[in-house]
């Protein structure tokens, strides 16, 4: 590792810890956050709603504020930090980046599943044609041989992404599997690769140290581990990490320190931690993002969360699919009270 190596970083907390905070962002907490992260000088910063451009919905969770106003806020406040937002095609459309473009937002990140990149041709090239930096997002990465990866990645590289990311959106992959992974994309494709981690299994951390030592030059953070099941990577440690490796980040750590215990903090529902169902996330490979959705549908059928975040697992749900849920938490109930009648 040189000296002169540079990473840039993205923070999360403001999309994918919307998850954390059941989507009630305030602009008033948009302000502030995204006002420490300008200061302390965070390159990009991700702003809608967890789901991403449109994602308030029943299905997902209804935002307690238009995610429009929160990404104005966000960019009202920040003259060195750029916004970005996420958009997964079939959620969010052409139509709302047109939108988050005209607010002043510099990068959109386009999700899909890692089998199903041909869906976000038309997103990114939109994309492209407003000027905006763009970003194929490639989620639960783990569920994908690698050779089904690096396909996946070629296609959003040829549709015109500037930067193509490994998402380990269950946090279920382990270090030498993404340094297989993006060691596999180093080799193949010619554009920037990204990686964003959860912490499900306590690896968010090391998988992005993996990351960057297999050639990752983008990667996410969150400021205190904000972010759907156990979070992500922890933006202020990554951060010192990262100085004491000799990477540079240009983030000024006293200043994110302050901002993750000062502002952060005082907002979180509970500190983010690994509990048995965000642990269960990382051991089953389901999306971080299901961890609400499952607790409440484990309450409504006096059933265990965990039986049901196994069993989505074992059915290989995917995001989106949110709908299945309630399905089989139903089915573990109804199979319960067959077993308890016989």
């Known amino acids: 590792m040189g000296n002169k190596r540079e990473i840039i970083l993205t923070e999360v907390a403001l999309r994918d810890g919307s998850h954390a905070v059941a989507h009630q962002y305030t602009v008033e907490q948009i302000l502030n956050i995204a006002k420490g992260l300008n200061e302390a000088k965070v390159p990009y910063i991700e702003v809608t709603h967890g789901d991403g451009l449109a994602g308030s919905s029943l299905q997902y969770g209804f935002s307690r504020t238009n995610e429009l106003e929160l990404i104005e806020a966000a960019v009202a406040v920040c003259d060195t930090s750029k916004i970005a937002v996420l958009l997964l095609p079939g959620i969010g459309t052409v139509k709302e980046l047109k939108q988050a473009a005209k607010l002043g937002v510099k990068m959109a990140r386009v999700a899909t599943h890692v089998t199903e990149a041909d869906v976000s041709a038309q ?4 994309a492209k044609d407003l000027g905006l930096e763009t ?7 783990h569920m994908a041989p690698i050779a089904k990866l690096v396909e996946q990645a070629k296609l959003m590289e040829s549709y015109g992404a500037d930067i193509v990311y490994m998402v380990d959106s269950a946090g279920a992959l382990l270090p030498h599997q993404v340094t297989e992974r993006i060691k596999a994309l180093r080799e193949h494709i010619g554009v920037e690769i990204g990686f964003h981690g959860h912490n499900n299994l306590s690896l968010a951390m090391g998988n992005t140290i993996a990351s960057i030592e297999a050639g990752a ?7 205190r581990c904000l972010g759907a099941g156990a979070g992500n990577t922890q933006t202020e440690v990554l951060v010192a990490v990262l100085d004491r490796m000799g990477i540079q980040t240009g983030v000024d750590l006293y200043k994110i320190m302050d901002l993750a215990e ?10 983010q931690e690994i509990t048995k ?10 999306y971080s993002s299901f961890l609400l959705h499952a607790q409440r ?21 995917v995001g989106g699919q949110e709908d299945m849920i309630v399905d089989v938490a139903a089915e573990i109930a109804q199979k319960r009270t067959a077993s308890i009648t016989y």
């Open 123 to 126: 997103h990114i090239a939109a």
């Open 135 to 141: 970003v194929g997002f490639l989620m639960m990465s």
């Open 217 to 223: 030059t983008r990667v996410d953070g969150s400021i």
């Open 262 to 271: 000062n502002i952060v903090a005082p907002i979180l529902p509970k500190p």
């Open 277 to 286: 169902d965000s642990l269960v996330l990382g051991y089953a490979g389901v």
């Open 297 to 317: 549908a484990a309450k409504k059928y006096e059933i265990d969360s965990r039986d049901i975040l196994i069993e989505l697992g074992r059915c290989n749900v």
